[in-house]
């Protein structure tokens, strides 16, 4: 993850043989706190706040979703891969640290193959950009009917815990699957070289411990989950994602193949490396804890192994005179806050869902990144580099071992956690007799959800958007949740829905991730002071489906299970046609048409209206998008145009753009100050990286020049617009820790027509002090807007929800000069997350 903290480097005045000696580590706060050692520090995750320039490219390679499935099933181990080695690339990043580069790394895996019978190499995917992504699996070679075996006891793991916790032959032959992920952090670098030591010592090692350990466990190693970043020194991947943000929504490709294997390979230990913290930040994590977990099962393992990890990392003999390295950190018992699991973003917070009882971030000591890369000497950042490859090797090994000695308890607790959810049984709150041995167990450790009966994706009337149905269906689906659709009517809960309507029976064993992903989750704001990260997110409230929660059964419902959604597109017969667009799908639907030449007006509310000449495309693009096209009337207020949009924005805006379909160009401050040509641009849309007063005299003429429509998103946006002159509207900043799901409510119009109910707030704004002719188009709900998260009043009493009850959260009007302007104080498309509201962006570019 890699929070701040006190520098070990010596200051530039030191000369350089004073930095290749050993740096004096000094007290420090604990990770995620500043100087005071007590306030969390608000990690920025993948720079939402920077701007971005991530190629077309590379989003157009994870927009197709093609994502490589390695290895067959049922092939034998081991399975040899003669890979392909790239060509050699003397600007990686790795090169400078002493650290193996992406190009050699595919060498090194097909010597290692050859070194016996025990290392299998497989591509698991590839990269945003188009590099592969290495899969390695050290075990005892098995037939292809041992592999067989094995995945019928996995299955039977999953589908059948109950009768898999009485199966003396899993007890004793299931191989135990332990999953090593490295370098999803590109420039957290160590984890990828400690990998390849670990399975060349594995490989050649002939002792009966490691006999032993790989004749009952296979071990997966992601030998870098971001190659794009490894190489560029980057912590994002191509398109500008930080990774480790990214499971909840998947939207890179490098985050799909992980899960993937999770599905796949359903380990029940994981490790997940990074950089940098000192001492060596080893979780299990602080409260609040992730309210979806089987959090006993998850707290004894983790917590036991953690100890081991410590005790390993420790006894390299590593000190804070000698090398500047500080004993090694566990945050739950360590400290109070600032490192959490609440989440399900991360890569460790992740795995339990697909089965794991103990997963681990784990962070290396000594920084090598960043600043500290570009200034200090190559001697001290080998120095550095090599001390960081030593613990991550240590970490290793020790869970490797713990793998070993608690096997049967291992598996046992993952079957337990599948099989409570099946049989839909009560979480049990974690406390010194449910998790024994685990010191300092609190109330406020305690978190448990209440999972319903089941939840219910209506068909027909009861669904605001078939498109958003889908997506949601399909997306559960990827994630490994069940969902059944209804053959017939039926009644849940007091509700009566109809047949083609899908329902998730909340009694299966992967509850967790249904749950986290459907529930509405809870407002935190009184549980810690801040958070590491986000804190609410959910998709039944922010991706444009109605989702009804059925709280009680009986669940009595004619129903087969789907692997896919159902198909959506539709396109009514004759006449004009009505396109919503309050989807993504429809704006990249509209969008194709308008390229096309096809005269598209828009009608009172915001929707398309497409003539009947376009029939045939029309009929196109709902087959390819799964869009309804329905018939109308209606034949506009207005011509739509044809939209190029320049963009001042971070990734997920960059990527959410794109994904509407949007022809968009990159530009910044430097950009335009270079000389930039606004011919063929028609809007801009800032929220970051572009600062009106800092653009030359001639850059500023240029911009007023061009007349573009403006579209301004948060504190970045307003700012823009404000310096500008373009639209009178104070923009108020709120708490700039809160963050979260909230309540509003739409006025209706070309922007927020048919907008949903919820949207998603990161550093909430809101507007006062509106000029004539500022039109309200959503306003935060009135009395506690939050629904989920964290938003609290800052210590001067201000910016919290309260003060944003019932105030705007966007406003639009049109400038001096003519130029449409639309302000947003919600954050619509952040990390290309919240679908349900990426629409109203797409509304306001296209608002000219």
């Given at each position: 993850?890699?929070?701040s903290?006190?520098?070990?480097?010596?200051?530039?005045?030191?000369?350089a043989?004073?930095?290749?000696?050993?740096?004096?580590?000094?007290?420090?706060?604990?990770?995620?706190?500043?100087?005071?050692?007590?306030?969390?520090v608000?990690?920025?995750?993948?720079?939402?706040?920077?701007?971005?320039?991530?190629?077309?490219s590379?989003?157009?390679?994870?927009?197709?979703?093609?994502?490589?499935?390695?290895?067959?099933?049922?092939?034998?181990?081991?399975?040899?891969?003669?890979?392909?080695?790239?060509?050699?690339?003397?600007?990686?990043?790795s090169?400078?640290?002493?650290?193996?580069?992406y190009?050699?790394?595919?060498p090194?895996l097909?010597?290692?193959?050859?070194?016996?019978?025990?290392?299998?190499?497989?591509i698991?995917?590839?990269?945003?950009?188009?590099?592969?992504?290495?899969?390695?699996?050290?075990?005892?070679?098995?037939?292809?009917?041992?592999?067989?075996?094995?995945?019928?006891?996995?299955?039977?793991?999953?589908?059948?815990?109950?009768?898999?916790?009485?199966?003396r032959?899993?007890?004793?032959?299931?191989?135990?699957?332990?999953?090593?992920?490295?370098?999803?952090?590109?420039?957290?670098?160590?984890?990828?070289?400690?990998?390849?030591?670990?399975?060349e010592?594995?490989?050649r090692?002939?002792?009966?411990?490691?006999?032993?350990?790989?004749?009952?466990?296979?071990?997966?190693?992601?030998?870098t989950?971001?190659?794009?970043?490894?190489?560029?020194?980057?912590?994002?991947?191509?398109?500008?994602?930080?990774?480790?943000?990214?499971?909840?929504?998947?939207?890179?490709?490098?985050?799909?193949?992980?899960?993937?294997?999770?599905?796949?390979?359903?380990?029940?230990?994981?490790?997940?490396?990074h950089?940098?913290?000192?001492?060596?930040?080893?979780?299990?994590?602080t409260?609040?804890?992730?309210?979806?977990?089987?959090?006993?099962?998850?707290?004894?393992?983790?917590?036991a192994?953690?100890?081991?990890?410590?005790?390993a990392?420790?006894?390299?003999?590593y000190?804070?005179?000698?090398?500047?390295?500080?004993?090694?950190?566990?945050?739950?018992?360590?400290?109070?806050?600032?490192?959490?699991?609440?989440?399900?973003?991360?890569?460790?917070?992740?795995?339990?869902?697909?089965?794991?009882?103990?997963?681990?971030?784990?962070?290396?000591?000594m920084?090598?990144?960043?600043?500290?890369y570009?200034?200090?000497?190559?001697?001290?950042?080998r120095?550095r580099?090599?001390?960081?490859?030593?613990i991550?090797?240590?970490?290793?090994?020790?869970?490797?071992d713990?793998?070993?000695?608690?096997?049967s308890?291992?598996?046992?607790?993952?079957?337990?956690?599948?099989?409570?959810?099946?049989?839909?049984?009560?979480?049990?709150?974690?406390?010194?007799?449910?998790?024994?041995?685990?010191p300092?167990?609190?109330?406020?450790?305690?978190?448990?959800?209440?999972?319903?009966r089941?939840y219910?994706?209506?068909?027909?009337?009861g669904?605001?958007?078939?498109?958003?149905?889908a997506?949601?269906?399909?997306?559960?689906?990827?994630?490994?949740?069940?969902?059944?659709?209804?053959?017939?009517?039926?009644?849940?809960?007091?509700?009566?829905?109809?047949?083609?309507?899908?329902?998730?029976?909340?009694?299966?064993?992967?509850?967790?991730?249904?749950?986290?992903?459907?529930?509405?989750g809870r407002?935190?704001?009184?549980?810690?002071?801040?958070?590491?990260d986000?804190?609410?997110?959910?998709?039944?409230?922010?991706?444009?489906?109605?989702?009804?929660?059925?709280?009680?059964?009986?669940?009595?419902?004619?129903?087969?299970?789907?692997?896919?959604?159902?198909?959506?597109?539709?396109?009514?017969?004759?006449?004009?046609?009505?396109?919503?667009?309050?989807?993504?799908k429809?704006?990249?639907?509209?969008?194709?048409?308008?390229?096309?030449?096809?005269?598209?007006?828009?009608?009172?509310?915001?929707?398309?209206?497409?003539?009947?000449?376009?029939?045939?495309?029309?009929?196109?693009?709902?087959?390819?998008?799964?869009?309804?096209?329905?018939a109308?009337?209606?034949?506009?207020?207005?011509p739509?145009?044809?939209?190029?949009v320049?963009?001042?924005?971070?990734?997920g805006e960059?990527?959410a753009?794109?994904?509407m379909?949007?022809d968009?160009?990159?530009?910044?401050?430097?950009?335009?100050n270079?000389?930039?040509?606004?011919?063929?641009?028609?809007?801009?849309?800032?929220?970051?990286g572009?600062?009106?007063?800092?653009?030359?005299?001639?850059?500023?003429d240029?911009?007023?020049?061009?007349?573009?429509?403006?579209?301004?998103v948060?504190?970045?946006?307003?700012?823009?617009?404000?310096?500008?002159?373009?639209?009178?509207?104070?923009a108020v900043?709120?708490?700039?820790?809160?963050?979260g799901?909230?309540?509003?409510?739409?006025?209706g119009?070309?922007?927020?027509?048919?907008?949903?109910?919820?949207?998603?707030?990161?550093?909430?704004?809101?507007?006062?002090?509106l000029?004539?002719?500022?039109?309200?188009?959503?306003?935060?709900?009135?009395?506690?807007?939050?629904?989920?998260?964290?938003?609290?009043?800052?210590?001067?009493?201000?910016?919290?929800?309260?003060?944003?009850?019932?105030?705007?959260?966007?406003?639009?009007?049109?400038?001096?000069?003519?130029?449409?302007?639309?302000?947003?104080g919600?954050?619509?498309?952040?990390?290309?997350?919240p679908k349900?509201?990426?629409?109203?962006?797409?509304?306001?570019?296209?608002?000219r």
């Amino acid at each position: 993850m890699g929070i701040s903290r006190p520098a070990l480097a010596a200051t530039a005045a030191l000369t350089a043989a004073a930095l290749l000696a050993p740096v004096q580590a000094a007290a420090a706060p604990g990770p995620g706190k500043g100087p005071d050692g007590t306030h969390p520090v608000r990690e920025r995750g993948n720079g939402d706040s920077v701007f971005t320039k991530a190629p077309r490219s590379a989003a157009e390679r994870a927009l197709a979703g093609r994502d490589h499935i390695p290895g067959g099933k049922s092939s034998a181990y081991p399975r040899r891969t003669v890979l392909t080695v790239p060509p050699v690339n003397t600007a990686d990043k790795s090169i400078k640290l002493g650290l193996v580069p992406y190009h050699s790394i595919a060498p090194r895996l097909n010597a290692l193959q050859k070194l016996g019978d025990r290392v299998s190499v497989e591509i698991a995917g590839k990269s945003a950009s188009g590099r592969e992504l290495y899969l390695v699996t050290v075990t005892a070679p098995e037939s292809a009917s041992d592999v067989r075996a094995q995945e019928r006891m996995r299955e039977r793991i999953e589908n059948d815990p109950a009768d898999a916790a009485r199966d003396r032959k899993i007890a004793s032959s299931y191989k135990t699957p332990v999953f090593i992920n490295n370098n999803i952090h590109g420039n957290e670098w160590e984890g990828t070289d400690a990998a390849l030591d670990l399975i060349e010592e594995l490989a050649r090692a002939n002792d009966s411990r490691t006999r032993g350990l790989l004749a009952k466990n296979r071990i997966y190693l992601n030998i870098t989950a971001n190659p794009d970043g490894r190489v560029a020194g980057t912590r994002a991947n191509a398109n500008g994602f930080d990774l480790n943000r990214d499971f909840i929504t998947a939207t890179q490709p490098e985050t799909r193949a992980i899960r993937r294997l999770a599905i796949d390979k359903q380990p029940a230990v994981m490790l997940d490396l990074h950089g940098y913290v000192n001492g060596t930040l080893i979780e299990p994590t602080t409260p609040p804890h992730g309210e979806n977990y089987e959090y006993d099962l998850f707290l004894k393992n983790s917590y036991a192994n953690a100890l081991g990890m410590e005790k390993a990392v420790n006894a390299l003999g590593y000190t804070s005179e000698k090398d500047g390295v500080l004993p090694a950190e566990i945050p739950f018992r360590d400290w109070t806050e600032g490192w959490d699991d609440w989440p399900p973003i991360f890569t460790p917070q992740y795995m339990p869902f697909q089965g794991a009882v103990a997963s681990h971030t784990i962070e290396f000591p000594m920084r090598v990144n960043n600043r500290d890369y570009d200034t200090l000497p190559e001697t001290e950042l080998r120095r550095r580099a090599a001390i960081n490859t030593d613990i991550a090797g240590a970490a290793m090994r020790a869970t490797l071992d713990y793998t070993r000695t608690h096997r049967s308890s291992v598996i046992a607790d993952q079957i337990e956690t599948f099989r409570r959810g099946a049989a839909g049984e009560a979480q049990r709150p974690i406390s010194s007799e449910t998790v024994p041995g685990v010191p300092g167990i609190g109330p406020e450790d305690v978190y448990t959800a209440t999972f319903p009966r089941a939840y219910v994706i209506p068909a027909g009337r009861g669904q605001r958007s078939t498109v958003a149905a889908a997506r949601l269906v399909d997306h559960l689906i990827a994630n490994d949740v069940r969902v059944e659709r209804a053959r017939v009517p039926f009644r849940l809960d007091g509700k009566v829905h109809p047949s083609g309507s899908y329902v998730v029976d909340m009694r299966q064993p992967k509850r967790g991730i249904a749950n986290v992903m459907l529930a509405d989750g809870r407002d935190i704001s009184a549980d810690v002071s801040a958070m590491y990260d986000i804190s609410g997110w959910s998709l039944g409230r922010l991706w444009g489906a109605t989702v009804v929660r059925a709280e009680k059964g009986p669940l009595r419902v004619t129903a087969r299970e789907v692997t896919a959604a159902a198909p959506t597109g539709e396109v009514a017969r004759g006449g004009a046609l009505r396109l919503e667009l309050t989807d993504p799908k429809e704006l990249e639907a509209v969008n194709s048409l308008l390229k096309q030449g096809v005269a598209v007006r828009r009608a009172t509310d915001g929707a398309a209206i497409v003539p009947v000449t376009a029939h045939k495309r029309a009929t196109e693009l709902a087959q390819r998008l799964g869009v309804r096209f329905t018939a109308t009337r209606d034949r506009g207020v207005a011509p739509m145009e044809r939209t190029r949009v320049a963009a001042s924005v971070n990734a997920g805006e960059l990527f959410a753009l794109r994904e509407m379909g949007f022809d968009v160009v990159p530009v910044s401050t430097a950009v335009l100050n270079a000389g930039f040509d606004w011919s063929g641009v028609e809007s801009l849309i800032v929220s970051t990286g572009l600062s009106h007063g800092a653009l030359t005299p001639a850059a500023r003429d240029a911009f007023t020049a061009s007349k573009v429509g403006v579209v301004g998103v948060g504190n970045g946006g307003a700012a823009f617009t404000k310096a500008a002159g373009l639209l009178q509207a104070t923009a108020v900043a709120g708490n700039p820790d809160a963050n979260g799901v909230v309540r509003v409510t739409n006025a209706g119009g070309s922007i927020t027509g048919g907008a949903q109910a919820h949207s998603f707030v990161y550093t909430p704004v809101w507007f006062t002090e509106l000029g004539t002719g500022v039109r309200v188009d959503q306003s935060y709900a009135k009395g506690n807007p939050l629904v989920a998260g964290h938003w609290r009043a800052t210590g001067a009493g201000t910016g919290g929800p309260a003060d944003a009850a019932g105030r705007p959260s966007v406003v639009s009007g049109t400038s001096a000069s003519g130029v449409p302007v639309a302000l947003f104080g919600t954050q619509p498309l952040f990390r290309d997350h919240p679908k349900g509201a990426f629409s109203q962006i797409g509304r306001a570019l296209l608002n000219r």
